[in-house]
């Protein structure tokens, strides 16, 4: 099943432009990524309101689960200068604790086990280079 979400394409027309330019609006892929993952419920269904107002629930569903898959797909092709520079601008403007749990929480269900541990993997020396224990929260106090 994680194959064929995976292939699923957006909504098409007026609705999945709305939605390009709602995600457009976050300025890093991991921050695009951390996003994404709030708008799935526990139940592993998307929603978002704007994007519900124009399509069925369904296809903001399909829509949402296939822009978290591609976003994370960007993160791990992103070489690990790349991840750093953009997790250092995430931590710049955002006040959520960034640790290994909460990152761990940002992969889409769909994400195969090899992706998960790239990702995984990156993320400790991204935050060990950026003086963080993997382990540790770090957000930014002034944001």
């Given amino acids: 099943m994680a194959d064929f979400i995976a292939r699923v394409e957006p909504v098409p027309g007026p609705a999945g432009n709305t939605w390009g330019r709602i995600l457009a609006q976050v300025p890093t892929v991991f921050g695009r990524l951390a996003y994404l993952s709030r708008l799935c419920n526990a139940a592993g269904i998307y929603s978002h309101p704007a994007l519900n107002q124009l399509v069925s629930g369904i296809a903001a569903d399909r829509t949402l689960r296939y822009s978290h898959r591609r976003v994370f797909s960007q993160w791990i092709g992103f070489n690990l ?8 601008q995430y931590l710049a403007t955002s006040s959520q604790p960034v640790n290994l749990a909460f990152c761990r929480g940002i992969i889409p269900q ?9 990702y995984i993997t990156d993320l400790e020396a991204v935050l060990e280079s950026l003086g963080l224990e993997p382990g540790a929260a770090f957000a930014n106090p002034d944001a």
Avoid: N, P, S
């Fill in 110 to 118: 769909a994400a195969h086990e090899v992706e998960r541990l790239l």
């Fill in 81 to 88: 200068a790349q991840q750093k520079a953009d997790l250092e």
